[in-house]
């Protein structure tokens, strides 16, 4: 009998797939979910919050993507406790724009929760047909792929390319057409292969410098682009490495600021020898600690 992900899903409460372990749940997970699903009811309610009743969707949006960040920089810190603070506030975000959603077209917890769940079933069967743990990467994104082209919500795409949310940040987008477009066959062959265009599209940003802004914005353009795909050949993601640099150059002049103010030199009286020792000074710090 051929594997039925929605059936393996009717079973999966009564009788617990072995193989998952080690497994995380606990009692308490189901009632608290529901009472925070209770209290959001409560909130956007006859008799709930005057704010919270006028939450859009197009607001809670915007709240998430802040929920994210501090997340984020729980995680950067390593901040256990803070973390589970911010997955919290994602929790309240998601439920609240669920709660929108089921006023406007009555969607309810057990359909969200359920499509995720046949969806990941669904676009995994080496894990829970065939349990295949040893599949290469390559096959599984193929697999992953041709499941995701014969579910219904996708059935109007036409391109390799749809998909990539257009709010993305455009290093991110990047990212993603490169690695959507080298999934059938469109990509360089290696690293050094990029690495080379990307000596080209520099130098084609110098030549563009007294071809006019519109030309240099597109070369700049150009540059960032394969900037991306090297990064994603080399299994880095472009996002996170400039998130990195600009949390170094804050940190880095943040100190620069506070040498001189003990020194109480304004920043605008520096020259350029005292802002590239303070520079200086300041990447060493960064090595042997205050």
Not at 13 to 39: E, F, G, H, N, W
Not at 133 to 155: C, G, N, V, Y
Not at 199 to 221: D, H, P
Not at 252 to 272: C, D, H, I, Q
């Amino acid at each position: 009998m051929p594997f039925d992900p929605v059936r393996y899903l009717e079973t999966i409460l009564a009788a617990p797939d072995s193989r998952a372990t080690p497994r995380t749940d606990d009692p308490s997970d189901c009632p608290a979910l529901q009472r925070l699903v209770m209290i959001i009811d409560h909130l956007r309610g006859e008799y709930g919050c005057p704010f919270d009743k006028k939450q859009t969707l197009s607001a809670l949006v915007c709240d998430l993507k802040d929920e994210i960040f501090e997340l984020e920089e729980s995680i950067l810190k390593n901040d256990s406790a803070s973390a589970s603070r911010e997955i919290g506030d994602l929790f309240l975000i998601l439920l609240m724009a669920r709660r929108i959603l089921w006023e406007e077209n009555h969607v309810t917890m057990g359909r969200i929760l359920g499509d995720a769940a046949l969806k990941m079933v669904s676009r995994h069967p080496h894990v829970f047909e065939e349990h295949l743990p040893d599949k290469s990467l390559e096959a599984i994104w193929e697999t992953w792929e041709e499941k995701k082209r014969k579910e219904p919500e996708h059935k109007d795409r036409t391109s390799v390319l749809d998909g990539i949310p257009v709010t993305m940040p455009a290093l991110s987008i990047a990212s993603k057409q490169g690695q959507k477009a080298g999934r059938v066959g469109f990509d360089w062959k290696s690293a050094d292969e990029v690495a080379s265009k990307v000596e080209e599209e520099w130098g084609e940003v110098l030549e563009a410098r007294s071809q006019g802004k519109e030309r240099l914005t597109e070369e700049i353009g150009d540059l960032l682009f394969v900037l991306a795909q090297f990064s994603r050949h080399m299994e880095i993601r472009p996002e996170e490495a400039l998130s990195q640099a600009t949390r170094k150059f804050r940190n880095r002049f943040v100190f620069m600021e506070n040498e001189a103010s003990l020194k109480g030199t304004p920043l605008s009286e520096l020259t350029p020898e005292s802002w590239n020792l303070l520079w200086e000074r300041a990447k060493l710090q960064e090595k042997v600690g205050p």
